[in-house]
């Protein structure tokens, strides 16, 4: 996978990335909650949906996949399939795996974890759509037309 040079910025994203990745993991528990089982069941519903979604959008990449925001040289735009649903549908699937199964296993450090994982996307996504739009021209036009995250 050649990638256009990822810069430094590109590393401190994927390196807080790992980090909260590998923190989601501990079986920390800070606080014990119960929710109602429909409540535990749907976050469950959404991590399965998220992991479907993310297995869809990576097909849809096959090898054209890298962890740095900057794209890969030889990469495409994808607007159709998971990315006619999210412009970063990778991102979103991670996302709802990780919010869903915190609600699952009734945890407030998963969701914390969870939480500061939007917060990373959030940002990291802004600076890969930055580098998108030098690559891709057109995708000014599909960035008006489909939303960030589901």
Do not use: C
């Not at 297995?55 to 925001?69: C, D, H, M, R």
């Not at 900057?70 to 999210?86: M, N, R, V």
């Not at 991670?94 to 994982?117: N, P, R």
Request: charged share 15%; no cysteine; aromatic share 14%.
């Amino acid at each position: 996978m050649k990638t256009e040079n990822p810069s430094k910025k590109d590393y401190v994203f994927v390196g807080i990335q790992l980090l909260l990745f590998v923190s989601y993991v501990f079986p920390i528990k800070i606080r014990v909650v119960n929710l109602v089982g429909w409540l535990r069941y749907s976050g469950l519903v959404i991590a399965i949906l998220g992991l479907i979604l993310g297995g869809i959008a990576l097909f849809q990449i096959n090898t054209k996949i890298s962890p740095f925001p900057t794209p890969i040289a030889s990469s495409k735009l994808h607007t159709d399939g998971a990315f006619a649903l999210a412009r970063h549908p990778i991102y979103t699937s991670i996302l709802a795996i990780t919010l869903g199964y915190a609600l699952y296993d009734a945890s407030i450090y998963k969701l914390v974890i969870g939480i500061l994982l939007v917060l990373l996307f959030y940002f990291k996504s802004i600076y890969e759509e930055q580098l998108l739009l030098e690559k891709f021209p057109e995708y000014s036009i599909y960035k008006l037309k489909t939303r960030r995250f589901i």
